[in-house]
């Protein structure tokens, strides 16, 4: 589904396949937890990802040791595969060389300007993108013992330098991060890194954002703001949990704001004392089953006619619950009366029929 809301038009940045700015659909991605040198489980969690809705997957390269099987994965990945990289610059190299479409480093903790620019150079080489991701905790000493800048303008002080200094080498191909746990500082930085850097892709996420619950809440609300600002083009959901469940966070909060779907909406009410039905477990089912359908499609479940199919009139289909029975009904109109117990069925065999 195409935005409706504003985009900011950042310079296009390819990752292997899939593009990133420059007008191009959201991008989704996450990171393996795997062990790297284990190519076989990493594989089994890229696909895992890919599967759940990631555009591309962040692979760590912790050690040398790792790269034989990172090169594996590169080549049988169904997405591209991003390198992340701290401090060894040749681990940056040797993954460049494996066959990474992206690389995700930090060059505060790269080291001198040297090593950065041979990363930059093997890069350039091969023709892959590099994200260049600032963190409120890694910052350069020089940067973060300034008493004069707040968190937001030192995240926007190291981002501009490395920007700067990319660019002046003659490396355009790059998407920037600047990451914090806090939503207001995230907010912050990225408003002003969309002023300062208009034409850099921005990669978008609040790091260290906590557990499912927690984690959930902050993204969507950090994300979600600045998205419907049109400020940035690729999202991490970050959660302290098995990482399959970041895509859905991801696609859940660019399909509230109508900027990319990849599946069903569910509308369901909260339910009141006019429900007669038992709804929740009801509800819980659709979205279940839901979880295989690939359609773009809105399907409501709605406790009483007050709310369904009225308030959920622009529904593709969907039901509205009474005492012992539902009525079916699609694009606002009533279809037929069913039975409590038949529900989901009849509705999940309308919504294969449109």
């Known amino acids: 589904m195409d935005t409706k809301l504003p985009r900011q038009n950042t310079r296009q940045v390819m990752v292997g396949s899939v593009p990133i700015g420059g007008g191009a659909p959201v991008v989704v991605q996450s990171m393996t937890c795997t062990d790297t040198a284990d190519a076989a489980a990493t594989l089994d969690q890229v696909r895992a990802l890919a ?23 590169c080549a049988e990945s169904p997405v591209p595969i991003v390198a992340d990289i701290h401090f060894d610059y040749r681990l940056a190299i040797g993954a460049v060389k494996a066959g990474a479409a992206k690389l995700r480093i930090n ?15 093997a890069a350039g080489q091969a023709g892959a993108a ?13 940067i973060a013992e300034r008493q004069d800048l707040t968190q937001p303008e030192k995240l926007v002080a190291s981002s501009m330098r490395f920007v700067e200094h990319f660019e002046q080498r003659g490396f355009e191909n790059i998407v920037l991060s600047a990451k914090a746990h806090s939503v207001p500082t995230t907010i912050e930085t990225y408003r002003a890194l969309s002023r300062e850097l208009p034409h850099v892709p921005l990669h978008l996420g609040v790091t260290e954002a906590g557990t499912v619950r927690q984690g959930t809440i902050k993204s969507s609300v950090g994300l979600g703001i600045l ?8 999202l991490r959901v970050s959660l302290t949990a098995d990482p399959v469940e970041e895509p859905p966070v991801a696609w859940g909060i660019l399909e509230c704001l109508g900027i990319r779907r990849r599946g069903p909406e569910l509308v369901s009410c909260p339910t009141c004392g006019r429900t007669q039905v038992n709804l ?7 979205e279940r089953r839901l979880q295989t359908v690939t359609k773009p499609i809105s399907v409501a479940v709605m406790g009483c ?17 009474g005492k012992g029975s539902a009525l079916l009904f699609r694009h606002g109109e009533v279809i037929r009366k069913i039975d409590e117990e038949s529900i989901v069925d009849e509705l999940m065999a309308e919504i294969e029929r449109l």
Do not use: H, K, M, Y
């Not at 591309?56 to 790269?67: F, G, N, S």
């Not at 929740?280 to 659709?286: L, N």
């Open 280 to 286: 929740i477990p009801i509800a819980q089912e659709v």
């Open 51 to 73: 599967a759940a809705g990631c555009d591309i997957v962040r692979v760590t390269v912790p050690r040398e040791d790792a790269l034989e099987s990172f090169r594996e994965v």
């Open 227 to 234: 998205l419907a600002e049109g400020i940035g083009d690729t």
């Open 305 to 321: 006619v007050v709310n369904g199919p009225g308030e959920a009139g622009d529904a593709d289909v969907g039901v509205a619950c």
């Open 107 to 121: 060059p505060g903790n790269i080291g001198s300007w040297e090593r950065v620019d041979a990363v930059i150079n």
């Open 130 to 142: 590099i994200r260049i991701g600032v963190n409120a905790g890694s910052l350069e000493r020089d």
